[in-house]
Structure formats: structure tokens, C-alpha cells
């Protein structure tokens, strides 16, 4: 089973919907396999960023979903020394600590199963422009 690399642009702090990425990923995976139906692991090996499944279908969920994170995870907390990267550095990896570095996705006939308000999301903790590497391993089932 080989691994694939998913390249993501990220412009900020923000959660990225990336539903439609991961299942164009999925697709060109799926072109090389003869089953299609199994399980799509995605790893993030990024510390100051975070996956995530939750509510896309309407974008005040996401909004605060991301204002809860920084309410848990405040730039101005006084015990903070890690600002090597800037004022962001230490609190991106605290919400990072907050999600997943991985999701692992049910694939029926070549569709990803989630739920009918569901969407998955990249999100990014740090200010600056990044580009995030995703690896994803498709597992067939065995017939």
C-alpha cells in the first residue's frame, strides 16, 4: 500500500475546508485500486496545525469553532516563553494539542461516509502563509 502526499495553501489562522481536496485526492487513489471500499487514513505531521471533522454546511459553526479555540488558547497567557517563531508560536501548538494529527475515513464505493452537515477541515494556527503536507494511506477491504 503506497502513501500519497496532499499539499494544502494555507494564508492564516483559519479552519480550511478541505472536504473537497481530500475526496479529489481519494479519487486519483482510487483510480490505481481495484477495490473501492475501505479506509482513508489522513496523518498531519504539523505541530502548530490540526484536522478536524464538524459542521460545514453553515459558516457561523465553523467562525465559532475557531473563536473557541483561541478563547482556549490565548496569545496573552503569562506563563508563555515559546515565541521563537513569533507571538503565535507557542498557542498554535496548545490548539494543536486541542484536535487530531489524524481522521480515519469509512470509504463505500468509492464515496467518503459522512455525515449529511459534515466536512473536513485543515486548521491552521499560525499567521503566516504555510504549505501543509497531508499523507494519505487508502487501505482496501480485504474481500
Not at 8 to 14: L, N, Q, V
Not at 37 to 59: A, K, M, Q, V, Y
Request: hydrophobic share 35%; with cysteine.
Amino acid at each position: 500500500m503506497a502513501s500519497y502526499l496532499c499539499k494544502i495553501h494555507s494564508t492564516g489562522e483559519k479552519f480550511y475546508s478541505i472536504t473537497n481536496v481530500i475526496k479529489d485526492e481519494l479519487h486519483s487513489i482510487l483510480n490505481t485500486q481495484s477495490i473501492k471500499s475501505g479506509i482513508l487514513h489522513i496523518f498531519n505531521p504539523h505541530t502548530s496545525c490540526g484536522l478536524l471533522i464538524s459542521e460545514s454546511f453553515d459558516p457561523s459553526a465553523v467562525q465559532d469553532l475557531e473563536n473557541f479555540i483561541k478563547h482556549l488558547a490565548p496569545r496573552n497567557l503569562p506563563f508563555i516563553c515559546h515565541t521563537s517563531e513569533g507571538v503565535d508560536d507557542s498557542p498554535s501548538h496548545m490548539k494543536n494539542l486541542l484536535l487530531s494529527p489524524t481522521l480515519t475515513l469509512i470509504i463505500e464505493d468509492g464515496t467518503i461516509l459522512l455525515g449529511q452537515w459534515q466536512g473536513i477541515f485543515l486548521c491552521e494556527f499560525r499567521d503566516d502563509k504555510q504549505q501543509r503536507s497531508l499523507h494519505l494511506k487508502y487501505q482496501p477491504d480485504i474481500l
